[in-house]
């Protein structure tokens, strides 16, 4: 079970940061999951958001976040964060997290939501003027 933490409103131009624990047997080796964000707003299919490896050591961002978007883990806390900073109006959107299973050698590939094994419920991010 994933569950995703510190959503809610902020202004534009501010910053959030949101949070997704890990929880239960199958997500008890969390440091074998590589780990996703992706959103959807209103009207619009779901998008990729950013990614991150198992270790930390790599990470992927969408164009429409690079450079104001960060993606972190701490794997002793079994957490992922998304610290996301310079938030414009588009931003808003429901905001979810997925784990991967790294464990089975596979390559990865951080925008494809079929890789994904685990999701969060999502939690609402709304960016005002």
């Known amino acids: 079970q994933l569950v995703e933490s510190g959503g809610g409103l902020v202004q534009a131009g501010g910053s959030q940061r949101l949070s997704c624990v890990g929880f239960?047997?199958?997500?008890?080796?969390?440091?074998?999951?590589?780990m996703g964000w992706f959103r959807q707003a209103p009207g619009k299919e779901r998008e990729f958001v950013a990614g991150i490896t198992w270790n930390g050591a790599d990470t992927d961002y969408a164009d429409s976040v690079k450079g104001r978007f960060t993606i972190s883990r701490d794997n002793s806390e079994k957490t992922v964060y998304l610290q996301m900073n310079s938030l414009k109006l588009e931003d808003t959107a429901v905001y979810r997290c997925a784990a991967d299973w790294a464990g089975d050698g596979t390559s990865w590939y951080p925008r494809n939501e079929m890789h994904y094994d685990f999701w969060g419920q999502g939690m609402q991010v709304t960016v005002y003027s």
């Open positions: 239960g047997h199958s997500l008890s080796t969390f440091s074998m999951y590589h």
